[in-house]
């Protein structure tokens, strides 16, 4: 474990303290990824907020600020909201995406706000207009909204430099044993609205390593390098952790100054990160294995 990765664990805590395996799942997330070298102004396919790549590649949020702040409890996304409270960055970044593209709205203005993105466009991913023959690196992160990913990926080719190369971030099959919310949910209503679609969302794009290569030989696509990693377990963690009281943590902090809650924020995590480290480093599992029960694969792609 190297100490960028002990930083951006920290990191990812930052923004999500009040679900913290989160922290974990993203952290053994962009080890994967960062096996793999990377060059500026990328294309970011599926950017969701933006949070992740921009602490992926060495940036941090401040203390007062998380995912939690801008929140609409009322709503059935409770992510979705008018995004109020947003720190402003004025760093240069040495590896950041060219543009930023999803389909969803309030993950734009996210992006916007935070401003890693040179640009950001909203569009779905099966029928995706965008420049042919104008990038170098596409990175592939998790389209939520996406309906056909073959679709999506023979779509997505032509944007590609004829020496360029994909980096995908996919779920092995292995990743639907361990949605416990899922499996008590058919016995149990609460855990429907805790698994939340999760499942379903996530099996239409799970395949085995074998599957997902045929994918990409399919559209003339050679793989390069692997990783796989997470494990089991750490998945079956990060299902559950607080889920089932989110909702009263986001109450009881969103009340609270911003000073009094920052500072108990601080509190909470330096109490929970140990519990992270520990879960990190039993549960990273990274591997070249193309049978593991690993529930993550990165691959790197390029044309044939």
Not at 195 to 220: A, C, H, M, P, V
Request: hydrophobic share 40%.
């Amino acid at each position: 474990m190297s100490l960028k990765s002990l930083v951006r664990l920290w990191n990812y805590l930052n923004i999500y303290y009040l679900k913290p395996f989160d922290a974990v799942n993203d952290t053994i997330t962009s080890d994967l990824l960062l096996k793999f070298k990377w060059k500026n102004n990328y294309l970011e396919l599926g950017s969701g907020d933006g949070m992740f790549s921009f602490i992926m590649h060495g940036n941090s949020f401040p203390l007062w600020f998380d995912r939690y702040l801008n929140i609409n409890l009322s709503g059935k996304n409770i992510f979705k909201s008018k995004l109020r409270y947003f720190p402003k960055f004025k760093n240069k970044y040495s590896i950041q995406p060219n543009c930023s593209i999803d389909s969803k709205y309030h993950h734009i203005v996210s992006v916007n706000k935070i401003g890693f993105s040179k640009s950001s466009k909203l569009s779905n991913y099966e029928n995706l207009k965008y420049k042919k023959k104008s990038e170098d690196l596409i990175f592939i992160y998790t389209p939520h909204g996406l309906k056909d990913y073959a679709k999506s990926l023979k779509n997505t080719l032509p944007i590609l430099k004829k020496n360029g190369k994909i980096i995908l971030l996919l779920n092995l099959k292995n990743v639907l044993n361990y949605f416990i919310c899922y499996k008590l949910s058919r016995n149990n209503s609460v855990f429907k609205k805790l698994d939340n679609g999760r499942y379903y969302e996530t099996q239409k794009f799970s395949k085995s390593f074998t599957q997902w290569i045929d994918l990409f030989k399919k559209n003339n696509l050679k793989l390069k390098n692997f990783y796989t990693g997470l494990s089991p377990l750490t998945w079956m963690i990060y299902d559950i952790q607080t889920r089932p009281i989110l909702k009263i943590l986001i109450r009881f902090f969103n009340f609270l100054p911003i000073y009094i809650r920052t500072l108990l924020k601080l509190i909470w995590m330096i109490a929970v990160y140990p519990l992270l480290l520990i879960t990190y480093l039993f549960g990273s599992s990274i591997s070249q294995n193309k049978k593991t029960k690993n529930c993550y694969v990165a691959f790197e792609l390029k044309r044939k």
